[in-house]
């Protein structure tokens, strides 16, 4: 079916703390956003940032009622605003990663038939064999991660098979937990759904498929044969296949609609529903990430997205089934040391000013004379290390270094992390590589100049805000024309495209790709030496 130049297309995000919507209309432009937030506007749930901490402090979870009750709400509202739902051609959307929703035997019955007099609360209260859906804050799963690992073979044999060695909050760890602590409420779910997938149920009135990308965040799918794993299924759970379903690829359209929305809002019965994927993967989508690329989102916590054709999957690091490219790959890596650390340097170093933190990179030479620094505030993930460790160019250790040498040490410090880790995993920078950087720190001119050199390639900003979303809409788009051949990139040509924000020194090269051997070294033994 090809796009409706007058159509409207949906992407909803289900994530933590709210659900969103943004609508875009057939030239690409977004014409309406809306929003709930859970916990003020839902305050019957009590939550906090979305999400019940139990008394453990390991075990968190979100009332599934409360994003159905979301859903009703977002859609009212938009009703409320005039919202003409009948020019939707399509809605996509993405969830939380992780998450799972366990729907009770007979769900899927009443899913067919809800009446549209009534509220999808109303409707669906009963429909749920777990009513606190545990979500990606969950780490209370810690001896079914070795379970999995000890019956697979070990952490690198399941990081081969899933794209990541054992991690709590995977949904298969989750679901392990599950049936051994509430062996009765496993036996009375008919079928597990992620946030994402769940969410896709709700729209097209029955079970919505798990997509490639977001079931590679389960360690249960092989993400060779983009198919549940056996061994990992086994390992997990008693008659785990029937309740997952089979997955499908992400630009999957699942059907049209559901009646109940055609009657309660005026959707078309036109409208199709493309599968959802995780926040993740549809941020990817959002930023229009293409072949070669890696994005480098620089906030509290740094996250790096890249697109991969051959993973290496390691025991460090996430990889995903690519969400528009069905044949490819992207990889997830997250440090979290981000721009706390760099906020503390800064204070620390240069006054309190960015200005004088900016001028520090702009004085000092591309490699810093040879010092390299480690600066882990917190424990960090990407490795597994904490605290601050610096060598001068003979590689010895020492206590700390000059203000200016330290910003840089720090700056340098972090983006040969990234660009070693994603190596690490497959990724090579070959001619026409873009890093595109997203985030707060990616205004400041200077640090993006210290990631082009260090990655010797131009690096472009972009403007992500609601990136997941946005892909959802960029998704529901491509969804509708993919089975006419068309690529995500062909779709989403007139998007708009990054600005370009710094080119690499010509001397960079020789100098990081020669740092960057150190860089790993020191790594390592730091890693070995601080391991807690
Ligand atoms: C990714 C992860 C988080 C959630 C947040 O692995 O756990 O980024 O997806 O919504």
């Given at each position: 079916?090809?796009?409706d130049?007058?159509?409207?297309?949906?992407?909803?995000?289900?994530?933590t703390?709210?659900?969103?919507?943004?609508?875009?209309?057939?030239?690409?432009?977004?014409?309406?956003?809306?929003?709930?937030?859970?916990?003020?506007?839902?305050?019957?749930?009590?939550?906090?940032?979305?999400?019940?901490?139990?008394?453990?402090?390991?075990?968190?979870?979100?009332?599934?009622?409360?994003?159905?009750?979301?859903?009703?709400?977002?859609?009212?509202k938009?009703?409320?605003?005039?919202?003409?739902?009948?020019?939707?051609?399509?809605?996509?959307?993405?969830?939380?990663?992780?998450?799972?929703?366990?729907?009770?035997?007979?769900?899927?019955?009443t899913?067919?038939?809800?009446?549209?007099?009534?509220?999808?609360?109303?409707?669906?209260?009963?429909?749920?064999?777990?009513?606190?859906?545990?979500?990606?804050?969950?780490?209370?799963?810690?001896?079914?991660?070795?379970?999995?690992?000890?019956?697979?073979?070990?952490?690198?044999?399941?990081?081969?098979?899933?794209?990541s060695?054992?991690?709590?909050?995977?949904?298969?760890?989750?679901?392990?937990?599950?049936?051994?602590?509430?062996?009765?409420?496993?036996?009375?779910?008919?079928?597990?759904?992620?946030?994402?997938?769940?969410?896709a149920?709700l729209?097209?009135?029955?079970?919505?498929?798990?997509?490639?990308?977001?079931?590679?965040?389960?360690?249960?799918?092989?993400?060779?044969?983009?198919?549940?794993?056996?061994?990992?299924?086994?390992?997990?759970?008693?008659?785990?296949?029937?309740?997952?379903?089979?997955?499908?690829?992400?630009?999957?359209?699942?059907?049209?609609?559901?009646?109940?929305?055609?009657?309660?809002?005026?959707?078309?019965?036109?409208?199709?529903?493309?599968?959802?994927?995780?926040?993740?993967?549809?941020?990817?989508?959002?930023?229009?990430?293409?072949?070669?690329?890696?994005?480098?989102?620089?906030?509290?916590s740094?996250t790096?997205?890249?697109?991969?054709?051959?993973?290496?999957?390691?025991?460090?690091?996430?990889?995903?089934?690519?969400?528009?490219?069905?044949?490819?790959?992207?990889?997830?890596?997250?440090?979290?040391?981000?721009?706390?650390?760099?906020?503390?340097?800064?204070?620390?170093?240069?006054?309190?000013?960015?200005?004088?933190?900016?001028?520090?990179?702009?004085?000092?030479?591309?490699?810093?004379?040879?010092?390299?620094?480690?600066?882990?505030?917190?424990?960090?993930?990407?490795?597994?290390a904490?605290?601050?460790?610096?060598?001068?160019?003979?590689?010895?250790k020492?206590?700390?270094?000059?203000?200016?040498?330290?910003?840089?040490?720090?700056?340098?410090g972090?983006?040969?992390?990234?660009?070693?880790?994603?190596?690490?995993?497959?990724?090579?920078?070959?001619?026409?590589?873009?890093?595109?950087?997203?985030?707060?720190a990616?205004?400041?001119?200077?640090?993006?100049?210290v990631?082009?050199?260090?990655?010797?390639?131009?690096?472009y900003?972009?403007?992500?805000?609601?990136?997941?979303?946005?892909?959802?809409?960029?998704?529901?788009?491509?969804?509708?024309?993919?089975?006419?051949?068309?690529?995500?990139?062909?779709?989403?040509?007139?998007?708009?495209?990054?600005?370009?924000?710094?080119?690499?020194?010509?001397?960079?090269?020789e100098?990081?790709?020669?740092?960057?051997?150190?860089?790993?070294?020191?790594?390592?033994?730091?890693?070995?030496?601080?391991?807690?």
């Open positions: 079916m090809a796009a130049a007058g159509g409207l297309y949906l992407g909803f995000d289900f994530s703390q709210q659900l969103k919507v943004v609508v875009m209309d057939g030239r690409l432009s977004v014409v309406y956003q809306d929003n709930v937030q859970f916990d003020t506007e839902l305050p019957e749930f009590r939550t906090q940032g979305g999400v019940h901490i139990h008394a453990d402090k390991l075990t968190v979870t979100s009332p599934v009622l409360m994003w159905v009750k979301a859903l009703d709400l977002l859609l009212d938009m009703k409320g605003a005039g919202f003409d739902f009948s020019r939707v051609s399509a809605l996509s959307g993405s969830g939380q990663q992780h998450g799972s929703v366990y729907w009770m035997k007979g769900a899927n019955e899913l067919r038939q809800l009446d549209p007099k009534k509220s999808l609360a109303q409707l669906l209260q009963g429909s749920f064999a777990v009513a606190d859906s545990p979500v990606w804050m969950d780490s209370s799963s810690s001896q079914q991660c070795q379970d999995l690992q000890s019956t697979v073979g070990g952490a690198q044999r399941l990081a081969d098979i899933t794209g060695r054992a991690y709590e909050r995977f949904t298969g760890n989750q679901i392990a937990k599950i049936h051994q602590t509430r062996p009765d409420q496993y036996q009375d779910t008919e079928r597990i759904s992620l946030v994402s997938s769940f969410a149920s729209f097209l009135g029955d079970y919505a498929s798990i997509d490639y990308s977001d079931g590679s965040g389960m360690n249960l799918l092989d993400i060779g044969t983009r198919d549940w794993s056996k061994i990992c299924l086994e390992a997990t759970a008693p008659d785990l296949d029937r309740r997952l379903g089979p997955p499908r690829p992400s630009a999957s359209v699942l059907g049209s609609v559901s009646s109940y929305f055609v009657s309660r809002y005026s959707f078309s019965e036109e409208c199709r529903v493309v599968a959802f994927t995780g926040d993740n993967p549809a941020s990817l989508a959002g930023m229009r990430l293409q072949e070669g690329d890696l994005a480098v989102s620089l906030g509290t740094d790096v997205f890249l697109w991969l054709k051959q993973p290496r999957p390691a025991l460090e690091g996430h990889i995903f089934c690519n969400p528009v490219d069905w044949q490819s790959y992207m990889a997830l890596l997250c440090f979290k040391n981000g721009s706390l650390t760099r906020e503390r340097i800064r204070n620390e170093c240069a006054g309190g000013l960015w200005e004088v933190f900016s001028a520090a990179l702009g004085d000092t030479p591309l490699g810093n004379h040879g010092n390299i620094g480690f600066y882990y505030d917190s424990m960090e993930i990407m490795p597994c904490v605290g601050v460790h610096c060598f001068d160019q003979d590689d010895n020492v206590s700390g270094f000059s203000a200016q040498v330290e910003v840089r040490a720090l700056v340098e972090q983006f040969l992390a990234k660009r070693l880790h994603a190596e690490k995993l497959g990724y090579t920078i070959l001619p026409g590589t873009r890093v595109l950087a997203t985030g707060g990616s205004s400041n001119k200077a640090i993006l100049q990631l082009s050199d260090v990655f010797n390639t131009p690096v900003t972009i403007d992500v805000a609601n990136s997941a979303c946005l892909g959802g809409a960029y998704r529901a788009l491509h969804g509708l024309q993919a089975e006419s051949g068309l690529s995500f990139c062909d779709v989403l040509r007139n998007a708009p495209e990054p600005q370009l924000a710094a080119t690499p020194n010509p001397a960079a090269q100098v990081y790709d020669r740092m960057l051997k150190r860089y790993a070294r020191l790594e390592e033994r730091v890693a070995h030496e601080s391991r807690p």
